[in-house]
């Protein structure tokens, strides 16, 4: 029970290694084009940030329901939150490519422009800093307050710290879902001022939850591999896949339902987004995107057979990495290229901060037992069965 998760040393160059192709990617980026560097590190920060945010979810919603199934696995939703300070830095960071992304931030373009002129109050760049600001303030402050309930837990044992846990999960997911939502308006959605949907924050924030819920599955997967979770059957399995499955359904919903209204509706100034992800090779995205992150999990998670099978499952986890990877892409790089590209700057960008992200995770992961001591339910999830 006391067991902490030892990472070796090639792990750690990996990461470091990782940086480092960040570092000349970024590097080349802001030597041949600004304008897409800048795009990709937003981009690749906010995948990052979904992963640590979804799981974050995942590991609040286990408290306000009291599953028990899930408690053997809250180290890995706890460690994966380390993330979001490095991603705040990142963000402040993004000060300096404003004028490369938004078309908002240059007062001479807002002077020429009604529609802008007329989102100037909320889409300004002092007032666009301040929410950043006041987003991560309270991200940070409430998984660490999460964080540190976890481990008194560990020493305390008892309800009480429990049931503190459950209210502060409530709260979290409140802001957590306000905040986020105005995030992806903010850092997203206003690439394209002129353009909005009302689907597109849900949209985005079932897609951290679904996408951050595969990936607590897919390390917990892992580190059963590696000799961890003895405890690990295939019952877990069938309720990560049942996750999985649901939001699966959800995102589905969501995605097809922002295309088919503005496609019906025909505005212009709604399906300008759209055509614009249509031609030069974008609809190969729009195409993968749906079979990737709702066609392959539904119909491959329906047989409750599959749901068990450790290697499917591991299967739809990375895949849904990957289906996270596209969906975001396809909402950023059409403004900024003309054709979908990966060179030097798109895997660069995309190496450093998945180093970054694994280095946070393995080292928040490292500090703790991987199995909490003293949760009520504990030991129901060392012992998941359904009949």
């Not at 992150?293 to 499952?313: A, E, T």
Request: hydrophobic content about 50%; charged content about 15%; some cysteine.
């Amino acid at each position: 029970m006391d067991t902490k998760v030892i990472f070796s040393k090639k792990f750690n160059y990996i990461t470091y290694g990782l940086m480092g192709l960040g570092a000349i990617g970024l590097g080349y980026g802001f030597l041949t084009d600004t304008h897409r560097t800048w795009a990709n590190l937003l981009m690749n920060n906010y995948y990052f940030l979904s992963l640590a945010l979804g799981a974050s979810f995942f590991f609040s919603l286990q408290y306000i329901t009291q599953s028990g199934w899930s408690a053997m696995f809250r180290r890995i939703p706890e460690a994966l939150m380390a993330y979001i300070p490095y991603a705040a830095i990142i963000m402040l960071i993004m000060f300096f490519g404003l004028h490369d992304i938004y078309h908002w931030s240059h007062p001479d373009l807002v002077a020429k422009d009604e529609l802008l002129a007329h989102k100037a109050p909320y889409l300004n760049i002092p007032f666009f800093m301040i929410r950043i600001v006041v987003f991560f303030a309270a991200w940070i402050l409430l998984t660490r307050y999460l964080r540190k309930l976890s481990l008194q837990e560990d020493q305390l044992g008892g309800t009480a710290i429990f049931e503190k846990m459950e209210f502060w999960s409530k709260v979290f997911i409140f802001v957590l879902a306000l905040s986020f939502s105005m995030a992806s308006f903010d850092w997203i959605m206003s690439i394209d001022a002129h353009w909005f949907s009302t689907i597109f924050a849900f949209k985005n924030f079932a897609a951290a939850f679904y996408h951050g819920t595969s990936l607590v599955g897919l390390i917990a997967i892992v580190l059963y591999k590696k000799g961890y979770f003895k405890d690990m059957n295939e019952y877990h399995l069938l309720d990560f896949s049942r996750y999985m499955f649901g939001l699966s359904i959800i995102w589905g919903y969501l995605y097809f339902s922002q295309f088919a209204l503005i496609w019906f509706g025909n505005i212009p100034e709604e399906t300008i987004y759209y055509a614009k992800r249509w031609d030069n090779g974008w609809y190969i995205f729009f195409i993968a995107n749906f079979a990737i992150n709702w066609f392959i999990p539904f119909i491959g998670l329906l047989p409750q057979k599959l749901d068990k099978n450790i290697n499917f499952v591991y299967f739809i986890c990375i895949l849904l990495l990957v289906g996270l990877y596209t969906d975001i892409y396809e909402q950023v790089m059409p403004d900024f290229i003309k054709s979908p590209s990966f060179g030097i700057i798109e895997i660069g960008v995309f190496a450093g901060l998945a180093g970054l992200f694994l280095f946070a995770f393995s080292k928040a992961l490292g500090k703790a037992p991987l199995i909490a001591k003293n949760h009520p339910y504990l030991d129901e999830s060392l012992h998941h069965h359904l009949h």
